[in-house]
């Protein structure tokens, strides 16, 4: 069995950073790309980055240069570096990953950016 857990969430004031990690346990054979999420109430789930197992990244447009996507392969684990946080990135933020050819989710963590 796949477990992911989350860590590193929680308050911070804007122009704030957070650092969010996600390590993978189990029986694990491969992992390919990991990624993150996040999801508001009454909105969709929305992509925020990912990376391939090359370390290849991608983001979202509205977020390039504030978050910072990274893994390390031998701890099995991704994080997510946040800076320059505002507001609207108040959001629950889920970790994805492709391992064993099938995607696994954690459980979310919040993240929440006030004053």
């Known amino acids: 069995q796949v477990q992911l857990v989350e860590s590193g969430g929680g308050l911070v004031q804007p122009g704030g950073s957070l650092r969010l990690s996600c390590a993978a346990s189990?029986?694990?054979?491969?992992?390919?790309?990991m990624g993150w999420y996040r999801q508001v109430p009454g909105k969709e789930r929305e992509v925020v980055a990912s990376?391939?197992?090359?370390?290849?990244?991608n983001y979202a447009d509205s977020l390039k240069g504030r978050f910072t996507i990274s893994r390390d392969n031998a701890k099995k684990t991704v994080y997510l570096q946040m800076n320059s946080l505002k507001p609207e990135d108040t959001a629950v933020y889920y970790c994805?990953?492709?391992?064993?050819?099938?995607?696994?989710w954690g459980r979310g963590i919040q993240v929440t950016v006030s004053s």
């Open positions: 189990g029986s694990i054979f491969s992992i390919d790309r």
């Open positions: 994805m990953t492709y391992i064993n050819t099938r995607s696994y």
């Open positions: 990376v391939t197992s090359g370390g290849s990244a």
